[in-house]
């Protein structure tokens, strides 16, 4: 039977502080719930020989190919400010598989049972939590943001205690490399540098490996990290997105999105918006994401000091004016994203006054973000008697001006802005319901949404129940689950 597994696992070959050999903990009775198939083509993987059963065999841990050895990785993590030492506390990496010899992808069993990193926690993972990383991150990664993947999820026919009894599963999650923030803060914690050269070179080496003979690569590493979250975070700001859980070992130095807790969509505008229980103060709100982002990269260039220069004033120096850039880069970027959200060429002096003013109008009128955008397009069913408002009216006379300069016209400014605004968006109302019809055995509700993410900047006929704003304003979301 040839899947196509093409495994090489250059992470097992590190030293081993940086991560636990440990199996899998088997499973009562592996179902599977999901296949992603496009990604397994993409990633030239073939299914199509095995039932069902031998699937979930294979991607609950219970029978595991050839040629991977599975590990816990080692990282720490700064959790709403506070230093851990942290670690796969429920997963483990089957290996790096090559597709076409040439990329590489970690591929990373998500509620697998317990391993030295556990700490009080079971190993697991409950299905609901899983099925939505799987709804979300798709949803991502076709709104052209990048972000782990989601493979499979398996159902383990087991039961988890959480609040109360739920059915365990695990979720398959593919990645360009799981090298964390938290990694970094890990290795410097121990304070060996011979460790810290290895993951930098290492890190290099599988990411950026234009700098690979630079003079000096952690500098320049920090750069191009800094560099790939900014882009990261401004394409959040442009979808809506809140992340929920940004402790630095849910930072990729990738510049993937990755561990999907209790992340949600914005629907009416409100820079304010936090949807986690646990964030009480607000550290993840949406307009907090940029800052945030800042300080997990200085994080990091705290683990790079002793790599940037043997004369540590001088690293904190050179490292200091890198982050400070920080605002400076994110400010024009952001800036720059926004005119594209509403198909403005060029620049003019009072571009941030319209955007600005834009955006406070939605907060004040409770407006919804995505679907003011697709109003603005002219080409979405969306009706709202709220864009009858006459500070509105009056706003879109500016932008239609706007429009004009630089060369622009209708026409090219609606192409500009329909590649940058999403028609949808999971609705938190909409993945609920999935949810729920999913933990009761109909996954048809899951389909129908996952197809239409998938398509998020096509204009797609009768899916307005999907556009529609949830009525629920106090929707909560939840973590470590
Ligand atoms: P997360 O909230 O998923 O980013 O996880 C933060 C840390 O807690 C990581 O070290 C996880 O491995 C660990 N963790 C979360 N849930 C569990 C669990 N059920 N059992 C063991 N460790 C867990
Ligand atoms: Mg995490």
């Given at each position: 039977?040839?899947?196509?597994?093409?495994?090489?696992?250059?992470?097992?070959?590190?030293?081993?502080?940086?991560?636990?050999?440990?199996?899998?903990?088997?499973?009562?009775d592996p179902n599977l719930v999901i296949l992603?198939e496009?990604?397994a083509?993409?990633?030239?993987?073939?299914f199509s020989k095995i039932d069902n059963k031998d699937l979930a065999k294979l991607f609950s841990?219970n029978v595991?190919?050839?040629?991977?050895?599975?590990?816990?990785?080692?990282?720490?993590?700064?959790?709403?400010?506070?230093?851990?030492?942290?670690?796969?506390?429920?997963?483990?990496?089957?290996?790096?598989?090559?597709?076409?010899?040439?990329?590489?992808?970690?591929?990373?069993?998500?509620?697998?049972?317990?391993?030295?990193?556990?700490?009080?926690?079971?190993?697991?993972?409950?299905?609901?939590?899983?099925?939505?990383?799987?709804?979300?991150?798709?949803?991502?990664?076709?709104?052209?943001?990048?972000?782990?993947?989601?493979?499979t999820v398996v159902s383990?026919?087991?039961?988890?205690?959480?609040?109360?009894?739920?059915?365990?599963?695990?979720?398959?999650?593919?990645?360009?490399?799981?090298?964390?923030?938290?990694?970094?803060?890990?290795?410097?914690?121990?304070?060996?540098?011979?460790?810290?050269?290895?993951?930098?070179?290492?890190?290099?080496?599988?990411?950026?490996?234009?700098?690979?003979?630079?003079?000096?690569?952690?500098?320049?590493?920090?750069?191009?990290?800094?560099?790939?979250?900014?882009?990261?975070?401004?394409?959040?700001?442009?979808?809506?997105?809140?992340?929920?859980?940004?402790?630095?070992?849910?930072?990729?130095?990738?510049?993937?999105?990755?561990?999907?807790?209790?992340?949600?969509?914005?629907?009416?505008?409100?820079?304010?918006?936090?949807?986690?229980?646990?964030?009480?103060?607000?550290?993840?709100?949406?307009?907090?994401?940029?800052?945030?982002?800042?300080?997990?990269?200085?994080?990091?260039?705290?683990?790079?000091?002793?790599?940037?220069?043997?004369?540590?004033?001088?690293?904190?120096?050179?490292?200091?004016?890198?982050?400070?850039?920080?605002?400076?880069?994110?400010?024009?970027?952001?800036?720059?994203?926004?005119?594209?959200?509403?198909?403005?060429?060029?620049?003019?002096?009072?571009?941030?006054?319209?955007?600005?003013?834009?955006?406070?109008?939605?907060?004040?009128?409770?407006?919804?973000?995505?679907?003011?955008?697709?109003?603005?397009?002219?080409?979405?069913?969306?009706?709202?008697?709220?864009?009858?408002?006459?500070?509105?009216?009056?706003?879109?006379?500016?932008?239609?001006?706007?429009?004009?300069?630089?060369?622009?016209?209708?026409?090219?400014?609606?192409?500009?802005?329909?590649?940058?605004?999403?028609?949808?968006?999971?609705?938190?109302?909409?993945?609920?319901?999935?949810?729920?019809?999913?933990?009761?055995?109909?996954l048809?509700?899951?389909?129908?949404?996952?197809?239409?993410?998938?398509?998020?900047?096509?204009?797609?006929?009768?899916?307005?129940?999907?556009?529609?704003?949830?009525?629920?304003?106090?929707?909560?979301?939840?973590?470590?689950?």
């Open positions: 039977m040839t899947i196509g597994w093409h495994f090489d696992n250059t992470y097992l070959k590190l030293s081993k502080t940086f991560r636990e050999e440990i199996k899998p903990t088997p499973v009562h992603n496009e990604l083509e993409d990633l030239k993987l073939d841990g595991l190919p050839n040629d991977t050895n599975t590990i816990a990785q080692a990282y720490a993590g700064h959790q709403f400010g506070h230093f851990t030492m942290l670690g796969d506390g429920r997963a483990v990496l089957l290996g790096e598989h090559l597709v076409n010899n040439t990329k590489r992808f970690d591929i990373q069993f998500k509620g697998s049972g317990r391993t030295s990193f556990s700490r009080s926690g079971d190993g697991r993972a409950v299905l609901g939590p899983m099925l939505r990383e799987y709804i979300i991150s798709e949803a991502i990664h076709a709104l052209n943001i990048p972000t782990t993947r989601s493979l383990t026919g087991e039961k988890v205690v959480r609040e109360n009894l739920l059915p365990g599963a695990i979720l398959t999650r593919v990645a360009s490399s799981h090298i964390r923030v938290g990694t970094f803060q890990y290795i410097a914690a121990k304070q060996n540098v011979n460790d810290l050269t290895t993951l930098l070179d290492y890190t290099v080496e599988r990411h950026y490996p234009e700098i690979q003979s630079s003079k000096n690569k952690a500098l320049d590493l920090l750069s191009l990290v800094m560099e790939k979250q900014c882009q990261l975070v401004i394409n959040w700001m442009r979808v809506g997105f809140i992340h929920g859980v940004m402790n630095t070992d849910n930072m990729t130095l990738s510049g993937e999105t990755i561990d999907y807790g209790p992340c949600a969509f914005i629907d009416h505008y409100d820079p304010k918006t936090v949807f986690s229980s646990i964030d009480k103060f607000g550290r993840y709100s949406f307009s907090n994401q940029p800052p945030i982002t800042k300080w997990n990269l200085a994080r990091l260039a705290e683990c790079l000091i002793p790599l940037i220069d043997k004369n540590e004033d001088q690293a904190i120096k050179i490292a200091t004016e890198i982050i400070d850039n920080f605002q400076n880069i994110y400010e024009i970027k952001w800036l720059n994203m926004m005119r594209d959200k509403l198909g403005l060429f060029g620049e003019d002096k009072d571009d941030l006054e319209l955007i600005n003013n834009l955006l406070n109008w939605m907060q004040s009128n409770q407006a919804d973000y995505t679907n003011t955008f697709c109003y603005l397009m002219n080409i979405s069913s969306i009706q709202d008697q709220i864009y009858e408002d006459k500070d509105f009216i009056d706003w879109s006379k500016n932008w239609e001006k706007r429009i004009l300069i630089n060369g622009g016209n209708k026409e090219n400014s609606l192409e500009l802005m329909k590649k940058n605004n999403p028609f949808v968006i999971p609705r938190n109302h909409k993945v609920e319901e999935a949810l729920e019809a999913a933990n009761n055995n109909d048809k509700p899951i389909y129908d949404l996952l197809s239409i993410l998938k398509k998020p900047y096509t204009k797609q006929v009768n899916i307005e129940k999907f556009q529609t704003p949830s009525k629920n304003q106090n929707y909560q979301t939840f973590c470590g689950t």
